[in-house]
């Protein structure tokens, strides 16, 4: 890997970052539709891990409110396992560029959708009712492109969160998706000892951008927040 293409790859790590940052979600949603413009997919996506676990738990370190999110979603991010094992599956069998076009339009389109239309919120009945569903799909979409936020997305904001208790939400589900994508990622030869080497040294312009971003997260009005993370997804998705 030449030096052009490194310095690229700290470049994507740093936006992405910064953009986490603010929004809380979207590190591996930026990077990888980057990074596939110079990089095959299937190194794209496990030398992207690395940096998206330490820039959940950066983002998990500056939010707060960890046990409540445990407490309050735990069904959800046990069942994301079962889904990640089905889609690392498919992943190694398929071409993982058409996968993320895919995903792109349904981003694309739900956030289209939602930025136009009246906001959902969830009966309590409806939300114990697609907590499983949505863990399990979120894993399978997850192992199979490499981004982490549907359907997770659209559902924890329909549950009305406050702002702070969403980022950690969220950002539990990255953490545990992470880690289980490191370890099935490795298992089935993807994770090469030469990207982890990059991987761990990008985790410095990831801190750096996180930092910048969560500085700009807090003077965001809480009746702001929800449109700049629709807007965020229409951004990366077109």
């Avoid at 820039?55 to 409110?65: D, F, I």
């Amino acid at each position: 890997m030449n030096l052009q293409t490194v310095v690229s790859i700290f470049l994507s790590f740093f936006f992405a970052a910064f953009l986490k940052g603010i929004t809380g979600l979207g590190f591996s949603t930026i990077c990888l539709p980057t990074m596939a413009t110079f990089l095959d997919p299937k190194i794209a996506i496990p030398l992207v891990i690395v940096p998206s676990l330490s820039s959940n738990l950066l983002v998990m370190a500056q939010t707060g409110k960890f046990q409540d999110a445990l407490s309050n979603f735990w069904p959800i991010y046990v069942s994301t396992f079962p889904g990640l094992l089905l889609g690392v599956y498919v992943l190694n069998s398929i071409e993982g560029t058409i996968s993320r076009a895919i995903l792109g339009a349904i981003l694309f389109f739900y956030a289209l959708w939602a930025l136009r239309s009246k906001s959902i919120i969830l009966s309590e009945k409806m939300r114990t009712w697609l907590t499983v569903p949505v863990g399990l799909t979120t894993g399978v979409i997850n192992g199979i492109t490499g981004s982490q936020i549907m359907p997770i997305l659209p559902f924890l904001l329909a549950l009305d969160l406050n702002k702070e208790t969403f980022v950690q939400a969220i950002n539990l589900s990255f953490t545990l998706s992470s880690m289980i994508m490191l370890f099935l990622l490795g298992k089935i030869g993807l994770l090469q000892p030469s990207l982890l080497g990059i991987a761990v040294v990008g985790i410095l312009p990831v801190a750096i951008g996180i930092n910048l971003g969560s500085r700009l997260r807090k003077r965001l009005p809480e009746e702001k927040f929800r449109t700049v993370v629709l807007l965020f997804l229409l951004v990366v998705t077109s």
